[in-house]
């Protein structure tokens, strides 16, 4: 059992940049695979970026490649999405959540059974 708050959101023109951040209490969070995961009002929540437990390997939705860099620090029980070169596009809630599985990352929101909150990130033109 693991709680997620996340934070960092905000409003910021399209080219520029955001950190959020995702604090994890109760177990301790290296047990958990992390994901971030973004919604839009009527869209599908969309898989953003993961990573496994130990924070060897990381996966990119095809949205993120290239713009967006997910990282954790078990020892502080966070982790962070690193967003640049942001689009109005990107404009959604996201949201971090974790998967017991600490080697395999999914792209399917029901495998993760911890989600923090929500943040909303607003990219203006």
């Known amino acids: 059992q693991v709680q997620l708050v996340e934070s960092g959101g905000g409003l910021v023109q399209a080219g520029g940049s955001l950190r959020l951040s995702c604090a994890a209490s109760?177990?301790?969070?290296?047990?958990?695979?992390m994901g971030w995961f973004r919604q839009a009002p009527g869209k599908e929540r969309e898989f953003v970026a993961g990573?496994?437990?130990?924070?060897?390997?990381?996966l990119y939705g095809d949205s993120a490649k290239g713009r967006f860099t997910i990282s954790r620090d078990n020892a502080k029980n966070t982790g962070y999405l690193q967003m640049n070169s942001l689009k109005p596009e990107d404009t959604a809630v996201y949201y971090c959540a974790a998967d017991s599985n600490r080697v395999l990352i999914s792209r399917t929101p029901r495998v993760y059974a911890y989600w923090g909150q929500g943040t909303q990130v607003t990219v203006s033109s």
């Open positions: 109760g177990r301790a969070f290296s047990n958990y695979a």
């Open positions: 990573i496994t437990s130990s924070g060897g390997r990381t």
